[in-house]
């Protein structure tokens, strides 16, 4: 079973569309992110839940709009793609512990393509 | 601005010998620190995490940390082609959100 998954795999579209990405984590996990990976494969949080409590926003365009209905699932919606936005989209989530040690799983990631 | 640093590479090892991968952090409040593997187009995977000074051995791969100097490293001993990846070093001031370096190419030659 596939710890955290990621729905589409590819996504391919014109710009100013709008797209979601969805996650899911079947690992009982407490806390969720998004991260942007860039074609220098440089890799950035953008946003974190926990327990739908959103707790980290960086400084992120406000075209992306993340969503967590449930703490196992934690959605990415982006309004008026522009080119810049081609990348690929981590989700990943860990589980708060007393230690501070909260070691992140990744997903798949989702190969984001603007044209 | 916090920030993790590493020399992108690629890096280029013989097959048999030690890869040593290097990482530099800017926040002396960073805490605790992740070294992930990445192979080319796929997700980061966790290799270890070490938040004491000193050295942290699991099978190959030992993680180095030295607070005094903000400095970081990943030794894997006996390297394989299958360790041919992108290495990605990351640190965390506490709490959920971790910072990763740019990542370094290491290219192991059988």
């Known amino acids: 079973d596939t710890a955290v998954s990621q729905t589409p795999k590819y996504l391919v579209t014109q710009m100013g569309n709008d797209k979601s990405i969805k996650c899911e984590q079947n690992l009982g996990h407490d806390t969720m992110y998004w991260y942007k990976q860039d074609s220098k494969k440089f890799l950035k949080i953008m946003f974190s839940y926990n327990n739908k409590e959103l707790i980290i926003n960086e400084t992120v365009p406000n075209r992306f709009s993340p969503k967590s209905p449930d703490k196992a699932h934690l959605n990415l919606h982006i309004n008026s793609l522009e080119l810049g936005d081609s990348a690929v989209y981590f989700c990943a989530s860990s589980q708060t512990t007393s230690g501070g040690l909260e070691t992140q799983y990744f997903g798949p990631g989702t190969r984001l393509l603007v044209l | 601005q916090k920030e993790v640093e590493q020399n992108s590479g690629p890096l280029s090892v013989p097959e048999g010998a030690i890869a040593s991968l290097n990482c530099t952090y800017s926040d002396r409040g960073s805490q605790s620190f992740f070294w992930y593997r990445q192979y080319s187009g796929k997700s980061p995977e966790l290799i270890m995490f070490?938040?004491?000074?000193g050295d942290k051995e699991d099978g190959r791969f030992t993680a180095q940390l030295n607070k005094a100097s903000q400095y970081v490293s990943l030794l894997i001993r006996d390297s394989q082609p299958s360790d041919s990846a992108t290495y990605l070093c990351?640190?965390?001031?506490?709490?959920?959100?971790?910072?990763f370096g740019a990542g370094t190419i290491l290219r192991v030659k059988s």
């Open positions: 070490i938040y004491s000074n």
């Open positions: 990351a640190s965390s001031g506490g709490g959920n959100k971790l910072v």
